[in-house]
C-alpha cells in the first residue's frame, strides 16, 4: 500500500515539475556555433551502379563520391554518370 501511495505521490509531483522544467529548457535560445570555412577531406569513392531506363540492359553507370569537413562532419555528395 505503501508503494501505491509513494508511486501516487511521485506522478502527482514529478509531472508538474516536469513541464515547468521543460518550459524553461525552450525559453533559453539554443547555442549556436562560430561559422568556420569547410576543410575537406579528398574525395572517395562512395558507390557505383548501373542505371536502367526503360531497357533491360543498363544505359549509364553510375558513380557517386563522398568528401566530408574535418571540422563538423558534414559531407558533401558529387555524382557523374557514365
Known sequence: MTSIILLALGIIIGVP?????????RDQAPIELPPHEHLWEPWEHESKHPVHK??????????VQVRRCYTCGWAERATHDI
Open 17 to 25: 515539475l516536469g513541464a515547468m522544467w521543460c518550459a524553461r529548457r
Open 54 to 63: 526503360g531497357t533491360d540492359r543498363p544505359t549509364t553507370i553510375r558513380h
